[in-house]
Structure formats: C-alpha cells, structure tokens
C-alpha cells in the first residue's frame, strides 16, 4: 500500500526550529523526486520546496523559505526531511509532503503521490 506519512509538526515560538519527516512505503523511492508544500488557513497551496532524486542534487525553495529551510532525504530510510528554522508567524500551515516521477512536475506541483499533512503552528 503506496503511503507518504508526515510527522514532526506542533507549536513553535518565534525564532523556533522544528524538523518535518516525511516516510514513504508502497513505491520505489529513489525513482521520485520529492516535494513540501503548505496551505495555510483561507489561503491556497504553496510548493515549499522540491528535491531531485539524489540527496546532493538539484533542490529548489520558495522565496519565503530560502535560507531559512532545508530539504534532505535519505533514500534508505525513503524519508524526505524538511529541517525549518527561524520560523515565523507566516510559516504557520498544513505542511505536506509529496512525490512526482519528475522532478520538473514537482516545481509546479503536479505530483503523483500526496501525504495527509502535519500542523505546524509558529505563535508565542
């Protein structure tokens, strides 16, 4: 059974870090470039940022996150992580992960596989 399964999302301060994990089960891993993305409340999907199939290649982030945000994947665990610092009020979303045979797709987010999501609240 295909699943991509979020964890590490709660409630962070200001100026807090927090790191997302994404497992992945039921599909061959390394063959997918991976992606995060976010909806906050009342507002539309973001992509957050996308990875290419190899942990040390190709990787895009959102103007917003950039600096801030880190995407890695370790393809033996067939785990996507998102390590997110100094975050922000704004950063407060639903933060799912995501898989597309392509890694072009990922960067307009027609992805093939999507995971629940996990709340992360940035609030004091």
């Known amino acids: 059974q295909l699943q991509l399964v979020e964890s590490g999302g709660g409630l962070v301060q200001p100026g807090g870090s927090l790191r997302l994990s994404c497992a992945a089960s039921?599909?061959?891993?390394?063959?997918?470039?991976l992606g995060w993305f976010r909806q906050a409340p009342g507002k539309g999907r973001e992509a957050v940022s996308c990875l290419s199939r190899l942990s040390s290649g190709e990787s895009n982030y959102a103007d917003s996150v950039k600096g801030r945000f880190t995407i890695s994947r370790d393809n033996a665990k067939n785990t996507v992580y998102l390590q997110m610092n100094s975050l922000k009020p704004e950063d407060t979303a639903i933060y799912y992960c995501?898989?597309?045979?392509?890694?072009?797709?990922?960067?307009?987010?027609?992805?093939?596989?999507w995971g629940r999501g996990t709340l992360v609240t940035v609030s004091s």
């Open positions: 995501a898989a597309a045979r392509l890694y072009r797709n990922c960067l307009t987010g027609a992805m093939d596989y």
């Open positions: 039921g599909f061959t891993f390394d063959y997918y470039a």
